[in-house]
């Protein structure tokens, strides 16, 4: 297999695409229901808040990579934490991929277990998506930078079929605005905000970037703003298609407003749609993997790396494979998950993002002696 | 390694299977199916699954089956149906579900609730009410027709292109069914013709997910449907314009709606607590005018009489729409959105029938025909 070295560099707009890519993965199916439990019709809103909150995220993350030119995530930690604490939360970092990775697994072998193929033993539909996750992942940086790129085209695809959700849509359903409570928004900022959470990846892929950091900035804030942008439109058309009531029991609402919807062409559209984003969901997940495998950058052999990766991949299916045997598996991964999320995409990011001022201080000081 | 990996895909390329193949021939469709409640409050499904046989000329004839079974619940009774059927019954392709006006008068949403969960089923499937039996409603298959099952079907379509009857699906009702103040309406049928034939009567009046038991007459359908915004590709309405006149169809005037424009407002009102303006515009051609001589001096006249008409015929739907306490025009949802604070100090369940819901209606006739 093809060597993953890491002098591969990649261009802006392949950045914008891993970005783009590894942000959609399964929220986007569910997103508007987790919304509208949280905060109620003003669902939207707070995903605006939280888009705003997410690119002060994008921002910092491109500040601490400025800090620390040409390091990747792991080697950043060992560099602010020291040697012991930094493997240890490089490790952290490690679990936390992986979690994320078997539950993007579990959400996708649940959906099209639903949806699609229920017949299917679930463990062939995780093989699949593993094996063609690690096809990609193979080929280092630059294939995964093709890849993403290349299926970037399904998001504008799937952008234009969700169209047919506005047939029933009743935009009094938005109405009235501004009725959740401040804590009912907090909820739904922090929902956003972890949807929105990838952005941790991006210092795997930053410094193997070309271009200045200005423009790697305005690349990356674009594809952001892009994101969120896809995000408030699935939003806005479930919410209208679906009222106040029926939307907190409709799990997918973006698949099941499009349940009736009739094109010359394709009868069953939320099929088609459901097909088409299992791409989504390959590109996330390897995205994912990818980041568990950078853990082991250190690791000088070629081969012991793939071996690692095998290794978490088996590990991936293990787990993910006791989550598809019931729901209650399946909350309890999603909770851990949660109760972790927090620790990695918000205040890891921040501590790093305080110590990397302090860093600046002691290369000026060193500059200066 | 190289090697392996490519043979590998290969295989999985070539041969894979599908698991969840379902073979067109092991399932039977059912087309329509019948739900009714008997007296003793026992669940009763009644489907209709067609069968065509093959001919050496032209289409092949299609003869239709009746299935009925009693049962619980909608998935028991289904699975009381395939205890006698040599395949699979599968009402994944169900076109129309015909709701007796008993079992409609209950709520409906127990009976439909496999429908929404269920991936496999086409939630684009009409529910329609029937007075008295769905069953009896389903088993009556004109000769004439050249596809029984496509009977039901076919009537609910052309009244939709009349402007007489809304497309309805599963799905369009869903958000409705759940809605606080918000109302739907399903087609109405009944049978006729001592059980020849079966025929639409108007759309049947919901609230929450209930029947009311209440209808808009079929006279009264496309004036209603205008109002809520529905046009199919015609929209006829007959009226009458004067009283008395010598011979009776002298007192009518058929009319058609070219264009039209409405809107529904709502506000808070401090009498009746609220208030909702209904403008509608219509550009219409004076189809049918049996008195003859429609000069254009005649118009203003009969113009007036028209508009006067008109609004006394919304009045008389308003009137039974708030007797029926269903809301379907959304009054409800729109103050809720619009006034929230106002909205929590109304009690729905009773106000709505207080309330003041008034027409205007303007019609601008474009044209008087080729025959003056």
């Known amino acids: 297999m093809a060597k993953s070295n890491t002098k591969q560099k990649i261009t802006l707009s392949q950045l914008a695409y891993i970005f783009i890519q590894s942000q959609i993965g399964v929220d986007i199916l569910n997103l508007s229901t987790v919304l509208h439990r949280e905060a109620g019709a003003d669902g939207w809103i707070a995903l605006l808040i939280g888009g705003v909150i997410s690119i002060f995220f994008v921002l910092m993350i491109l500040h601490i990579s400025k800090c620390y030119p040409g390091e990747g995530l792991f080697e950043i930690l060992q560099s602010t934490f020291g040697k012991v604490l930094g493997a240890l939360v490089g490790f952290g970092y490690y679990v936390y991929f992986l979690v994320v990775a078997i539950y993007l697994l579990t959400s996708y072998g649940e959906l099209i277990n639903q949806w699609l193929l229920p017949e299917t033993p679930v463990l062939v539909l995780y093989a699949l998506l593993v094996i063609s996750a690690l096809y990609t992942i193979s080929g280092g940086l630059t294939l995964i930078a093709k890849v993403f790129t290349f299926f970037a085209i399904i998001l504008f695809i799937i952008s234009a079929l969700f169209l047919f959700g506005f047939v029933d849509a009743k ?40 271009g200045s950091i200005k423009q790697k900035t305005r690349t990356l804030v674009g594809a952001h703003l892009l994101v969120i942008s896809f995000y408030l439109y699935t939003v806005i058309v479930s919410f209208a298609h679906f009222g106040t009531d029926q939307i907190d029991h409709v799990s997918q609402p973006v698949l099941y407003m499009l349940r009736t919807a009739d094109s010359v062409i394709i009868t069953r559209i939320d099929i088609f749609v459901l097909a088409m984003w299992t791409v989504f969901a390959m590109t996330a997940f390897a995205a994912y993997l990818y980041a568990a495998e950078r853990a082991f950058a250190k690791v000088p052999k070629q081969k012991k790396k793939m071996l690692n990766v095998y290794s978490a991949s088996v590990i991936v299916l293990g787990v993910a494979y006791w989550g598809g045997l019931n729901e209650e598996n399946i909350r309890s991964i999603i909770d851990f998950q949660d109760k972790i999320t927090e620790a990695f995409t918000i205040y890891i990011p921040l501590l790093l993002f305080v110590l990397s001022f302090m860093r600046r201080k002691d290369k000026q000081k060193g500059t200066a002696q | 390694m190289k090697k392996l990996t490519m043979i590998l895909l290969c295989c999985i390329l070539l041969l894979s299977g599908c698991w969840d193949a379902r073979e067109f021939k ?131 379509e052309s009244e939709v292109e009349t402007t007489n009857s809304v497309e309805v699906s599963l799905q369009s009702i869903g958000s409705e069914l759940y809605e606080e103040g918000e109302d739907f309406v399903l087609p109405l049928m009944e049978v006729g013709d001592a059980g020849k034939t079966v025929s639409y009567e108007g759309l049947a009046l919901f609230h929450k997910s209930s029947y009311t038991g209440k209808d808009i007459d079929y006279d009264h359908t496309t004036l209603f449907l205008l109002m809520k915004k529905v046009k199919g590709k015609v929209a006829r309405i007959s009226t009458k314009l004067y009283e008395g006149k010598k011979p009776e169809p002298d007192n009518y005037t058929t009319i058609n709606i070219e264009d039209f424009s409405s809107s529904v407002k709502s506000k808070p009102d401090k009498q009746n607590k609220v208030r909702t303006d209904i403008k509608l515009e219509l550009t219409v051609m004076i189809q049918e005018y049996p008195q003859d001589h429609l000069s254009l001096s005649d118009l203003p006249e009969v113009k007036k009489n028209l508009e006067q008409a008109l609004t006394d015929q919304a009045n008389e739907t308003i009137r039974t729409i708030q007797e029926a306490n269903s809301d379907v025009f959304g009054i409800g949802r729109s103050m809720y959105g619009h006034y929230p604070s106002y909205w929590e100090k109304l009690d729905w369940e009773k106000d709505f029938k207080e309330i003041k819901i008034v027409p205007h209606i303007t019609v601008n006739i474009r044209s008087r025909g080729i025959f003056r």
């Open chain 2, 26 to 156: 092991e399932v039977k469709l059912g087309i329509t199916a019948a739900y009714d409640l008997t007296d003793d409050g026992v669940y009763k499904n009644t489907i209709l699954i067609p069968n065509v046989q093959n001919s050496s000329q032209g289409p092949g004839k299609e003869s239709t089956q009746f299935l009925t079974s009693t049962g619980k619940t909608s998935s028991q009774s289904r699975s009381n149906i395939d205890r006698r059927l040599s395949s699979t019954y599968s009402p994944a392709q169900l076109d129309v579900v015909l709701l007796g006006s008993n079992l409609a008068k209950q709520d409906i949403y127990p009976y439909l609730d496999a429908y929404y969960r269920d991936p496999r089923m086409h939630l684009d499937c009409v529910p329609v009410v029937v007075k008295g039996s769905a069953e009896q409603a389903l088993k009556v298959v004109p000769e004439s027709e050249v596809r029984p099952s496509e009977y039901i079907e076919g009537i609910i």
């Open chain 1, 171 to 210: 935009f009094i359903y938005l109405l009235p605005m501004g009725q959740a409570s401040f804590s009912e928004y907090v909820e739904g900022v922090r929902v956003t905000i972890y949807s929105l959470s990838s952005y941790v990846l991006l210092l795997l892929f930053i410094p193997y970037t070309e």
